[in-house]
Each structure stands twice: as structure tokens, then as C-alpha cells.
């Protein structure tokens, strides 16, 4: 008998179960949330693009934008919850 295989089953049942549940769904919003203010930051303004001679990375406009999507994130997903319960109890 061999001690690795009840090893090897666990990782495969927590991988499973995290790519099923709400851990996955967190991990796709926050790349989607990281990607978009790279993109958005570095189209602001001409210092930040990467050819040019000033280049500067835009770290202070890309903490904002990952802030601010996420407070309107929370309040959408707030009002959806909100509107949802109350049009289900409607019905």
C-alpha cells in the first residue's frame, strides 16, 4: 500500500472543488479587473505608453481603478441581490 495515492486524490478533490465553486468565479473576476485597468491606465495619457521616451509605469492611476471597480462591483452585485429577492417575492 502506498501513502501517495490518498495525497494525490485530496489535491485533485480541492482543485475540483475549487474550480466548481465561487473561488474560481472570484479568480476570473479579479484577472478580468487587473487586465482592464493595465489597459485603461496605459491608454490615459501619452507617458504611458511603452514607447515612449518618459515612460512611467501608472501605478497610482491603476490602484484607483482597481478600487473603484470593485466598490461598483460590490454595489452592483448588491442591487442585483436586492432586486432579485424582492421581484421573487413579488411572483
Known sequence: MSTIQ???NTVKKVWYT????????WVQKAIIL???SLVA??????????DSE?????IEGF????????LIGIIAELNFKFYEKNIS???
Open 63 to 70: 490602484l484607483s481603478t482597481i478600487v473603484l471597480s470593485i
Open 89 to 91: 417575492l413579488k411572483r
Open 41 to 50: 491606465n496605459h491608454l490615459a495619457a501619452s507617458d504611458n505608453f511603452l
Open 18 to 25: 475549487f474550480i466548481n465553486g465561487s473561488g474560481w468565479r
Open 54 to 58: 518618459t515612460y512611467r509605469f501608472p
Open 6 to 8: 490518498p495525497i494525490k
Open 34 to 36: 487587473i487586465f482592464f
